[in-house]
């Protein structure tokens, strides 16, 4: 008995302990949370591109997305909005001159050149503290995509992060002259489709094709920059080979030329500046060649204001580039990199900031609708709205978002499944520096820019002038590029055992 009266007064002498110890603890743990409520707020710059004008409730849903954050993580964000055509100099700009930025968004194409330059905080050991949602939500095989000799300066947004390509247009035109779209399955099948737009419509080109394929018709992984690919989307041998120099090239541009002497393209495809959609929406042209996604005909639909239909032309692949093409960075000069990533951490997480981000604010801008889709309040439209970003795709994670009425209701799983689905080049995660020869590169860019445009939206004739741009590019050092960025690949194969 006296064994048991001082085992139970062991016990209520330590339960007395700890409950002092929990008292001391729990009156620290108020003190520090009464100690961040009175912090004054960490208030994060945030520059991303905008296309068009910025919307004018820009502010409204920059307070709505600060009153979360500020409640969450003790921090409000204020929005720099850039112009596209504006976005890569002034952020870059603004990173030369030290000015306060905290985190932008990074586009695929300059993300190396960041890099290189020093001028992105590794992520490393920031998203381990506070990324949790980041790295869940991405995935081992997209988040290590961008990463730089074991490093990681950005992190890709979640959306179609694989990417196919084909033709869309307008589904009145299919009905009213029967096209029969059954057959066609690659990039020369869509002639007849062009033909018959042509002989019956006109006044109307069949096709704006005035991107040219450049960015919209793939069948290579283009490491990047297409100075220096990998043939068959990355499936075959790791070589690099010049682009321009291929057979298939050579076929493509050659079947351009064709069909824009045959009046299937705009006839000032290479000086109009008008957007392809704006094109399509004026009725000047019954389609596009363009990559594509689920969904994309509702998209376009909505944007053109008249039904459009997909025409799949090319498999959905996965490399890089198709990963890193919108990613998120913090700056170097971040005064506040912890907050800046649990800022970012939001954008992957939290639902209200990403409908925030992608809809405006609930019952101004949209409303929810009894079908469990989101559209316009009563009274609203696309043409009145104060808030049309329109960019969903550029804020962290956009299958958090709600369904917008007109799309499939499982339009995120699809993605999902899209993403998960495509076939992936062999090269995913390979990220060149070009720095050791960025004196070429510049030379070579050069002369793509003179030939390019014109040679893949058939102005120029291929037979003169496709000799004279292997030529040029020769000149310029295109060789001494491949060769670097096979060296860099073949060091990355190597070291990530990928034959």
């Excluded at 603890?25 to 910025?54: H, M, R, W, Y």
């Excluded at 996965?318 to 960075?329: A, D, L, P, Q």
């Excluded at 993605?415 to 060149?432: V, W």
Aim: hydrophobic share 40%.
């Amino acid at each position: 008995m006296k064994k048991r009266l001082g085992f139970l007064s062991s016990i209520v002498a330590l339960t007395v302990m700890v409950s002092a110890c929990g008292s001391e603890n729990g009156a620290e743990s108020s003190k520090k949370q009464d100690e961040k409520k009175t912090e004054a707020p960490v208030e994060l710059t945030v520059a991303f591109p905008v296309k068009g004008a910025i919307p004018k409730d820009m502010q409204l849903v920059n307070d709505e997305i600060n009153r979360i954050s500020k409640e969450k993580i003790n921090a409000t964000v204020k929005f720099l909005p850039i112009s596209y055509s504006a976005y890569v100099n002034q952020v870059n700009l603004m990173m030369t001159s030290a000015e306060k930025l905290d985190l932008m968004v990074e586009w695929g194409p300059y993300y190396s050149s960041y890099v290189a330059k020093g001028q992105m905080l590794a992520l490393d050991d920031l998203l381990s503290k506070y990324g949790k949602d980041v790295s869940q939500s991405l995935g081992p095989v997209f988040l290590n995509a961008p990463k730089v000799k074991g490093k990681l300066y950005g992190v890709p947004t979640i959306r179609d992060l694989a990417m196919d390509y084909g033709f869309s247009m307008r589904k009145d035109l299919v009905t009213k002259y029967n096209i029969d779209l059954s057959n066609v399955k690659k990039l020369d099948d869509l002639e007849s489709v062009l033909k018959t737009i042509k002989e019956n419509e006109p006044s109307m080109a069949p096709m704006t094709n005035k991107t040219s394929l450049y960015g919209t018709f793939s069948t290579r992984d283009s490491l990047g920059d297409d100075l220096g690919v990998l043939l068959n989307n990355g499936q075959g041998e790791l070589k690099v080979v010049n682009w321009y120099e291929t057979p298939e090239y050579a076929n493509v541009v050659k079947l351009m030329r064709k069909w824009n002497q045959a009046g299937y393209a705009i006839k000032d495809v290479v000086t109009n500046k008008e957007s392809e959609n704006t094109i399509i929406k004026a009725g000047k042209a019954a389609g596009n060649l363009t990559h594509m996604k689920p969904g994309f005909a509702e998209q376009q639909t909505k944007i053109i204001g008249t039904e459009m239909i997909a025409i799949k032309l090319a498999p959905a692949v996965v490399n890089t580039s198709t990963v890193n093409g919108v990613m998120w960075g913090i700056p170097q000069g971040s005064k506040n990199p912890d907050k800046a990533m649990q800022f970012l951490n939001l954008m992957y997480a939290d639902k209200d900031i990403v409908n925030l981000f992608n809809w405006g604010i609930e019952g101004k801008h949209y409303v929810k609708k009894q079908d469990g889709f989101v559209g316009y309040p009563a009274g609203v439209n696309e043409n009145n709205t104060g808030y049309d970003l329109n960019q969903g795709f550029m804020f962290g994670n956009s299958f958090l978002a709600d369904v917008w009425e007109g799309n499939d209701k499982n339009i995120w799983q699809e993605m999902k499944k899209f993403n998960e689905s495509a076939t992936r080049s062999k090269a995913l995660g390979f990220t060149y520096d070009n720095t050791s020869v960025k004196t070429e590169v510049a030379a070579v860019t050069n002369v793509v820019n003179q030939y390019r445009l014109g040679l893949e939206d058939g102005a120029f004739d291929p037979d003169k002038e496709l000799p004279k741009f292997i030529s040029e590019l020769k000149a310029a050092g295109i060789d001494k590029i491949i060769a670097e960025k096979q060296k860099q690949l073949d060091a990355w194969a190597k070291e990530n055992n990928v034959k």
